[in-house]
Every structure is written in structure tokens, then in C-alpha cells.
T-cell receptor
Framework: DAGVIQSPRHEVTEMGQEVTLRCKPI?????LFWYRQTMMRGLELLIY????????DSGMPEDRFSAKMPNASFSTLKIQPSEPRDSAVYFC????????????FGSGTQLSVL | DAKTTQPTSMDCAEGRAANLPCNHS???????VYWYRQIHSQGPQYIIH???NNETNEMASLIITEDRKSSTLILPHATLRDTAVYYC?????????????FGAGTRLTVKP
């Protein structure tokens, strides 16, 4: 398996623009997580899905952030409008079932909002 | 609120054992202790996990105290490639309680 695949690897955009980050989980995994990492706040859980259904979005910073999982093999995290303080590395991770809870992380998307 | 406490940083000599401590004094009976590490610019990587008993795999050993209030991750023969941030986190097996929240971790530097 290719592992968790995220795209793009790097994204540079201007303040006010819409940003869409993409994630393809490992085939067969039923949990998907979105994390954000900054120097100041460390690794933060934004939202997670189980069987394509959002379970906990309490970590989503504000209404400018939204996440979807239209099917088991694809998820998006959208920021609209983007702001400089959204600059961070965004990680997607997937796992097989809650009992194992062994997360497999993607390589991340480095987002820079100018 | 952080459920685990780890030292901010540690050094280890190459070839020696690296012992990374983690305090989790409020751990619940249904919470596992998980360890992940993050090498610079990469996503975190799973290392090992345990509930009560000590565990060992090809990467590391996990020692959990009898009262479960603390644990130690042991890298038996540290190499330069083990330089990373190591996270100790607690995961509950309660239904629908699957929040994987990471703290600041321990920055381990393996020196030649």
C-alpha cells in the first residue's frame, strides 16, 4: 500500500484566497483524522471521521475551516478565506478501527498564507 | 489539558540506550499508553503501545509501572536516525472516544 497520500505537498497562497487540501487514506481504514502543526501550538487535532461521518470537529478553529469526506477514499480540508495565521503543516492520518488506533500519517501539506 | 507530562528535551549517545519517561498520573483503566515519534518534516510514526504489561517490538520497549501512572520508552541502541520528537499519549477504548491529541513531546537528540 502507498500509505496515506496528501496533496499538494506545498501550497503558497495569498490572504483571502480559498485553499483546499486533499487526503487519500489507506484502503480499508475506517477512521480519518486531520491535524495542524505549528511551532507555537504543536500538533492539534482538527476533526476526525469514522466511516465517512464527522465524529468530532471541536478542534476546527472557526467557520472558515470545513472538512468533508464524500467517500472512503477521499477527504478534503478547506479554508475560505485563508489568513496568514493559518500557515502551518496540515497532516492527514488514517487508522483501522478504534481498537488498534494505530495512526498512519501522511507526509503533510506545508501551507503558507501571505 | 495535557494528560501526559514529558521532559522537553533529552540527549543520548549513539549506541547507548535512550530512556524516555512519561508521567500520566490520572490515567484511566481503559486508557492505553501510545508512543509516536516525529522526525523533522515528516508525519508522526507509530512506535509501540501498551495497557498494563511491558511490551517490546522491533523498534522499542515500553515499560509501564505497576500503578500505571508512568511509563518509559526504551530505544535499546540509539542511532543518529532516532533523533526526533517523541510523543506519549493516552487513548481510551471507550466507544466513540477516539480523540488522538498530542502534547509537546520530548525532543531526543542522539549524538555521535
Amino acid at each position: 500500500d502507498a500509505g496515506v497520500i496528501q496533496s499538494p505537498r506545498h501550497e503558497v497562497t495569498e490572504m483571502g484566497q480559498e485553499v483546499t487540501l486533499r487526503c487519500k487514506p489507506i484502503s480499508g481504514h475506517d477512521y480519518l483524522f486531520w491535524y495542524r502543526q505549528t511551532m507555537m501550538r504543536g500538533l492539534e487535532l482538527l476533526i476526525y471521521f469514522n466511516n465517512n461521518v464527522p465524529i468530532d470537529d471541536s478542534g476546527m478553529p472557526e467557520d472558515r475551516f470545513s472538512a468533508k469526506m464524500p467517500n472512503a477514499s477521499f477527504s478534503t480540508l478547506k479554508i475560505q478565506p485563508s489568513e496568514p495565521r493559518d500557515s502551518a503543516v496540515y497532516f492527514c492520518a488514517s487508522s483501522l478501527g478504534r481498537r488498534t488506533e494505530k495512526l498512519f500519517f501522511g507526509s503533510g501539506t506545508q501551507l503558507s498564507v501571505l | 489539558d495535557a494528560k501526559t507530562t514529558q521532559p522537553t528535551s533529552m540527549d543520548c549517545a549513539e549506541g547507548r540506550a535512550a530512556n524516555l519517561p512519561c508521567n500520566h498520573s490520572t490515567i484511566s483503566g481503559n486508557e492505553y499508553v501510545y508512543w509516536y515519534r516525529q522526525i523533522h518534516s515528516q508525519g508522526p510514526q507509530y512506535i509501540i503501545h501498551g495497557l498494563k504489561n511491558n511490551e517490546t517490538n522491533e523498534m522499542a520497549s515500553l515499560i509501564i509501572t505497576e500503578d500505571r501512572k508512568s511509563s518509559t520508552l526504551i530505544l535499546p541502541h540509539a542511532t543518529l536516525r532516532d533523533t526526533a520528537v517523541y510523543y506519549c499519549i493516552l487513548i481510551s477504548t471507550l466507544y466513540n472516544n477516539n480523540d488522538m491529541r498530542f502534547g509537546a513531546g520530548t525532543r531526543l537528540t542522539v549524538k555521535p
